[in-house]
């Protein structure tokens, strides 16, 4: 068991801790924010429509390829078994509908006859 005065503990505030590369910190409060990707530059307001519905479209599939480039993909094993997966469920629930439906079919029968 080791003593106590052999054990040095370091305590580390937030300010002491390095900021990342990758984080941008705003001016107002220090707060450290994810990188966004840069949304075109907003037209006057009143410029051209059909430029500024360019300019939306042009910037939400910008925003959608970003989005896009951020997902970790699944290995073609793992989509395989996830496949198999959901067509078992299905299956399963495709049984147990029609074996209710059959239930319920010979239940109103004896009731109604």
């Known amino acids: 068991m080791a003593k106590s005065e052999d054990t040095k503990v370091t305590r580390i505030s937030a300010k ?3 900021t990342p590369k990758s984080a941008k910190t705003t001016k107002d409060k220090g707060i450290k924010a ?3 990707p840069k949304q075109p530059k907003k037209a006057r ?3 051209n429509p059909i430029i500024k519905g360019l300019l939306s479209i042009g910037g939400y599939f910008k925003g959608a390829w970003f989005e896009l480039r951020q997902v970790r ?3 073609r094993r793992a989509t395989w ?11 399963f ?10 239930v319920f079919q010979y239940l109103f029968e004896l009731i109604l006859s």
């Open 81 to 91: 078994g996830l496949t198999l997966a959901v067509i078992l469920f299905s299956a």
């Open 16 to 18: 002491d801790t390095p």
């Open 34 to 36: 994810i990188a966004e």
């Open 45 to 47: 307001k009143g410029g």
């Open 93 to 102: 629930f495709v049984v147990l509908i029609l074996l209710l439906d059959f």
């Open 73 to 75: 993909w699944p290995t």
